[in-house]
């Protein structure tokens, strides 16, 4: 099923401002929210759509490859869009509050989410790579298992909110939720606190995950690894770590999209006659190529399929060889010759007067 248009989806025209597709959002958040519509297999869908195309629309970076490469672009950068109702409040939870009043009493409280930036190799964007990351972190202490009580002890439900971690107060014709004061939004209260945490749940640790990075990734792409953020307090799950990628510059190759660009500097006998030579491919093979005769300074010649395997799975790009015909700096005598002989058989002598010369250029 075809993708639609984002400024169609959220119903703003091109030029529509960060307040415009907000408010556009609001609109539609409210109006097709799963707890407005339970069962409604429809709203939901438009629920997330809608959520996507606010997510790319409110990010400069991302409007301004949507704008100009489409989906495709998005899709080229590591974008996924949404897989659901979590997902989406953990991004725009500010606006269901707005609303919903603490998001609606779907929005899943979670531990704190983590970044890290990893810089990889040109070829291991191109092809994949594992990457072992080490982090520091708020984890799950082990005295306790997270709980934060002492050991042979139990955390007992908050009396103020009965266990629900929030309370609500009427103002009007809404209902306003708020986090309970007593438990501060746990639905617990730790009587007898853990000693190796003082009853956080928590305490600090260091950690090695293997990153798998996928093949055909770009500079910036993120990568989202659920569950290894920051440990939350009592009875709240970890947040998650995002990790961003940085693509380290190569000596050969550039990237366009899923295209490769390169160099290949020719001398004037091998332009001139051709010739078949030898040049490098990502994957570290070489492949010879062959240069007609008469190439031009700033020809292409395309190699289909060498390029940038497709982060999806499906082909690759192509690797573009551009011919850079070099002027010589320095000659010896016989090269010298050789070039006085070749300008007199053109009839482009070296010596030539400045009459004749713009006499030419009027013919």
């Given amino acids: ?69 489409g989906h495709e672009g998005l899709k080229g950068r590591g974008f996924n869009g949404f897989h659901g109702f979590d997902d989406i409040a953990s991004s725009f939870g500010d606006i269901f509050q707005d609303f919903f009043g603490g998001g609606g009493g779907r929005q899943e409280q979670t531990g704190a989410d983590l970044r890290l930036d ?36 139990s955390p007992k439900t908050c009396s103020t909110c009965r266990g629900t971690g929030q ?20 639905g617990q209260v730790i009587e007898h606190p853990c000693n190796t ?26 990568l989202r690894l659920r569950g290894e953020g ?23 190759f550039q990237r366009q999209e899923y295209d490769v660009y390169c160099r290949l500097n020719l001398s004037f006998s091998q332009a001139a006659l051709g010739a078949e030579i030898e040049v490098p491919l990502l994957n570290d093979e070489t492949k010879v190529i062959k240069v007609k005769a008469g190439t031009q300074s700033g020809e292409m010649m395309r190699i289909t399929g060498a390029g940038i395997p497709h982060v999806r799975g499906h082909g690759r790009g192509d690797q573009i060889i551009q011919m850079m015909v070099e002027t010589p700096k320095k000659l010896n005598k016989k090269q010298k010759e050789i070039f006085q002989e070749l300008a ?8 030539e007067t400045l009459k004749g010369f713009f006499q030419k250029l009027k013919l």
């Avoid at 409110?58 to 704008?67: A, F, G, L, S, T």
């Avoid at 994949?128 to 002492?150: H, L, M, R, Y």
């Avoid at 009427?170 to 501060?184: D, E």
């Fill in 1 to 69: 099923m075809s993708q639609r248009d984002y400024y169609q989806v959220l119903n703003v025209s091109k030029q529509a401002s960060e307040s415009d597709l907000k408010k556009a959002y609001r609109q539609l958040a409210m109006k097709y929210h799963p707890d407005k519509n339970p069962g409604d297999h429809t709203a939901e869908e438009k629920f997330k759509e809608a959520a996507e195309a606010y997510d790319v629309l409110k990010d400069p970076e991302k409007r301004q490859i949507y704008n100009q490469f």
């Fill in 118 to 153: 990893v810089t990889i190799s040109f070829s291991e964007a191109a092809f994949g790579t594992e990457k072992k990351v080490d982090i520091t972190k708020q984890g799950n202490c082990k005295s306790c298992q997270g709980s934060g009580a002492k050991a042979g002890t």
């Fill in 167 to 186: 309370v609500v107060r009427t103002q009007g014709f809404f209902n306003m939720a708020s986090p309970c004061p007593s438990c501060r939004g746990q």
């Fill in 197 to 222: 945490c003082r009853g956080e749940g928590r305490v600090p640790e260091k950690k090695s995950i293997n990153a798998t990075i996928p093949a055909g990734v770009d500079d910036g792409s993120r």
């Fill in 230 to 252: 920051e440990a939350g307090p009592p009875g709240v799950k970890p947040g998650d770590l995002y990790i961003f990628i940085r693509v380290a510059a190569d000596d050969i």
């Fill in 344 to 351: 007199e058989i053109e009839g482009n002598p070296i010596k």
